[in-house]
Every structure is written in C-alpha cells, then in structure tokens.
C-alpha cells in the first residue's frame, strides 16, 4: 500500500524556505555566470540510448520512443550538452561557454538537481576553477577543495604494471610497495608534493607540476590529492571536488567527450540547500537573501 503523502525513494521535493534557497542558489549563479560570457543551454530530458556513454556505475532509466527506438532519461548532463553543442548547434553558434540548471535522473528513481557549465576550451579550467570556488565564497560556505590529476594514476599504472583499478580504489596495501607511489599516498599539500617530487621518476614531474599550479588558486582549505579518483570516466586531467561532513557540493574539470577537449563542473544543489538550512540561514537572512 502506497499512502497519498509518498514520494518515491530518491525524488526530491523543495517546498517553503527550502524552494527559496534553491532558487536563489541558481539565479545568484546564472547572474554570476553571465557576467563571465557564458550561455543557459536546457538539454532535452530524453535521450537517445545510443547516444549515451559508459558511466561507471551509475544506472539509467530505460524507455522505449513511439517508433520503439532505445531511450533514457538524462543521467549526465555534460555528455549531453557537449554532444548538442558540437553535433546540432556547431552551425548555429560559435558560444563556447555554456550553463545550465536542471536535473539529472538515475535508476530507480534517483533525481539530482543541478547547476553546471561547460566550456568547450580546456585551457579555461583554472578560471573555471576559480568561478566554482567564488560561487561558495557568495554562500559564505568553505568545503573543503581537492585537486587531483587523473594523469598521475594512469601514467603510474602504465609504467609499474600495477592494475588502475588499484589507484581508483586506493588499495593502499598494493600501492605501498612501490617507494615514491607510497610517498605520493601521503600527499596532502603543495609542500607535500614539492618535497615528493625529487623521489619521483621523471615521467611524473609534468604532470605533478601541474597538479601544484592547479593547487595554488585563491582558496584556503584545499587538500592536494595525486590519487583521487573522478566519479566518472570520461575525466582523463584535471579534476577537483568541493565536499564538507560527507556531502558533495561539486565535481569538475579536465575532459574529453568524442574528440572535444573541454573543461566545467557540476554544482549538486540539493547538498547545498540542505547545508544552508542547516548551518547559514541566519547569514542568508542578514543579507537580506530570504
């Protein structure tokens, strides 16, 4: 028996203060986002099957169209809007900055609102960097900032013979036996990594160099990771979370979708309204935001 209040698992429902929030969140970053020459893109919630990538884990919702093709709902905007962008619109617009506010859906009934941009120039990833970190500096929120470089892992994988799930994982007791893996492992800060550099082999420093330039950015509580793992595959560089008592608030980088080198991130809105609830609704009201 389903009762007339339920919604189903992982659907979400913002009513009140919290729908205020939300929506201050988005528009404050839309302004934000416009300001810096980026466009609003709205991806269609349905997807042609064939159209979709590999994501790891994550499962998506099957349907079949009128003409029996395979479909699904949307469970990775990024995929998508980078795919509109060069395939349908290339001819229409030269825009390479895009933002777009919506959700994203995953099997069963999982629903993840979101804000995100995409900028079809790799080289605009520490300034994108940048944006998502002023965004939070708004809110008056500090997550935590990790940085990684996907490059580092595999590049270790491909010259040791170690397995990249390893890496992935972080199968400390696998890794460990290799002396500068292990000194990378206890990485946290520009200075750890500077001080581990000289144990390194040389096929290292490029990319460990990059890693300490990206870890540099006008931000206090930043952790310098060699070895965290993207939540997606298609991340192969640069790639970098906020996060603060177990929740998410955003993931973004470095990609690369059918040949397009691009860089963004994703901002996951619901974990935001439900920190400011909780910890700065009082500074939101000073501000006079509510």
């Not at 995929?79 to 959700?103: A, G, H, M, N, S």
């Not at 990609?255 to 901002?267: A, E, N, R």
């Amino acid at each position: 028996m389903i009762l007339e209040h339920e919604i189903p698992e992982g659907s979400k429902l913002h009513f009140g203060l919290s729908a205020k929030i939300k929506r201050k969140i988005e528009n404050l970053s839309a302004e934000l986002f416009y300001q810096h020459g980026f466009e609003e893109i709205m991806s269609p919630i349905f997807v042609y099957q064939e159209h979709q990538k590999s994501f790891l884990n994550r499962n998506v919702i099957h349907l079949s169209s009128e003409k029996n093709h395979q479909v699904s709902m949307r469970n990775d905007s990024t995929v998508d809007v980078i795919r509109i962008i060069t395939k349908r619109l290339e001819r229409t617009t030269t825009q390479k900055k895009w933002f777009y506010i919506q959700p994203v859906f995953s099997y069963p009934t999982t629903e993840l609102n979101q804000i995100g941009i995409e900028c079809l120039d790799e080289k605009e990833v520490h300034n994108i960097l940048e944006l998502g970190v002023t965004i939070f500096n708004i809110f008056e929120i500090k997550p935590i900032l990790q940085i990684t470089n996907i490059k580092i892992a595999k590049k270790c994988a491909q010259e040791t013979g170690l397995k990249y799930e390893y890496f992935t994982k972080l199968h400390v007791e696998k890794l460990q036996s290799i002396d500068f893996i292990a000194r990378l492992l206890h990485v946290n800060s520009v200075d750890d990594l500077e001080s581990a550099i000289p144990h390194c082999p040389r096929f290292l420093h490029e990319d460990l160099q990059c890693l300490i330039h990206s870890c540099k950015c006008k931000y206090d509580n930043i952790i310098c990771s060699p070895f965290l793992s993207a939540p997606v595959d298609y991340y192969d560089d640069l790639f970098f979370k906020m996060f603060l008592n177990n929740f998410t608030f955003l993931s973004g980088g470095r990609y690369c979708i059918d040949g397009v080198k691009s860089c963004g991130f994703g901002i996951y809105t619901d974990n935001v309204v439900h920190h400011l609830l909780r910890h700065n609704k009082q500074k939101m009201k000073d501000k006079q935001w509510l």
